[in-house]
């Protein structure tokens, strides 16, 4: 049987993003039902990788994508004309 | 963070192909930001900016050369990801293996558990529940910046690719050279130093 311990340090993230067989899934999924200490990790621990999913984006100025993006352009050009010559 | 379909890349990549101006605006509206993130989350702030334009110019270069077979957003990933490790590799030995030192911190303590592998003490109830809630804490904010700083630089990567970038498990794995296994513990690592720090958090308000 799949204990606490197990779960929380082997079992947990790969449940998470279900990276697990099915005989490891339906272990964990067992667990849970009985052990309300390992949903709330569960819980706990989903919410951890939603936070890390939304964690704000430094912002980029407007001035400096659009430099960027002409930059890129111009290049392309360049190349585009090397490759018709 | 951005969601593109391969529809919508096929579509871009003619314009860009043509040489549509608006086309490169759109390009770099939509990936820079998520670019320079990974970039930094290899190789730090400071050399991410480098590291990124030189990957935007590689993937102009090769632009005719992209066969779709992945999506826009995985092929820039790996270009930018493979720029920033080639300049981490320069700077330093790269360790692959895991830190050895946290092996027993926060959830690894062996005093968390009993010995038959219960928990010792229930998982404390957090306030917040959500990551609006908790991401509204401007110290929370600067806790979390701390924290990935601290994080060895591998697992700092895996991380960001998986649950900040939202990248298949198998592509990180590509891009970092890593096994699956390795990469899964890695992750499992780092997400549970993140949980220990909320958790302090949680219950001191600081960290």
């Known amino acids: 049987m799949l204990t606490c311990r197990e779960l929380v340090q082997t079992r947990a993230s790969d449940y998470l993003d279900s990276q697990l067989n099915w005989r490891q899934r339906a272990s964990v999924r067992f667990h849970l039902l009985i052990c309300d200490h390992c949903r709330r990790f569960i819980r706990q621990l989903d919410l951890v990788r939603r936070v890390l999913a939304r964690e704000p984006e430094a912002p980029v100025s407007e001035a400096e994508l659009k430099a960027l993006a002409e930059r890129l352009h111009r290049q392309h050009q360049q190349q585009a004309g090397h490759r018709h010559k | ?39 930094a989350a290899i190789i730090g702030d400071a050399q991410a900016e480098e590291a990124v334009q030189e990957a935007w110019l590689a993937a102009i270069r ?46 690894f303590d062996p005093g968390r558990f009993l010995c038959d592998g219960h928990w010792a003490h229930e998982p404390a109830l957090w306030h917040d529940q959500s990551p609006e809630a908790l991401l509204s804490h401007e110290d929370f904010l600067h806790c979390l910046g701390k924290l990935l700083d601290t994080l060895p630089d591998i697992q700092r990567s895996v991380l960001t690719l998986r649950d900040y970038q939202g ?41």
């Open chain 2, 1 to 39: 963070m951005t969601h593109q379909n391969p529809v919508d890349d096929a579509a871009l990549l003619v314009r860009l192909r043509s040489g549509e101006k608006a086309a490169f605006e759109e390009l770099v509206r939509q990936h820079h930001g998520a670019m320079m993130r990974a970039a």
């Open chain 2, 62 to 107: 090769h632009l005719h050369d992209f066969e779709g077979r992945s999506s826009l957003k995985t092929w820039l990933f790996s270009i930018v990801i493979n720029e920033a490790r080639g300049r981490l590799r320069k700077t330093k030995r790269e360790v692959l293996i895991d830190d050895q030192d946290s092996r027993n911190e926060g959830l």
């Open chain 2, 167 to 207: 990248l298949e498990v198998e592509t990180i794995c590509n891009i970092l050279s890593v096994s699956a296994s390795n990469m899964r513990v890695l992750l499992h690592r780092a997400r549970a130093k993140v949980y220990t720090m909320v958790d302090l958090y949680e219950e001191t308000g600081t960290c």
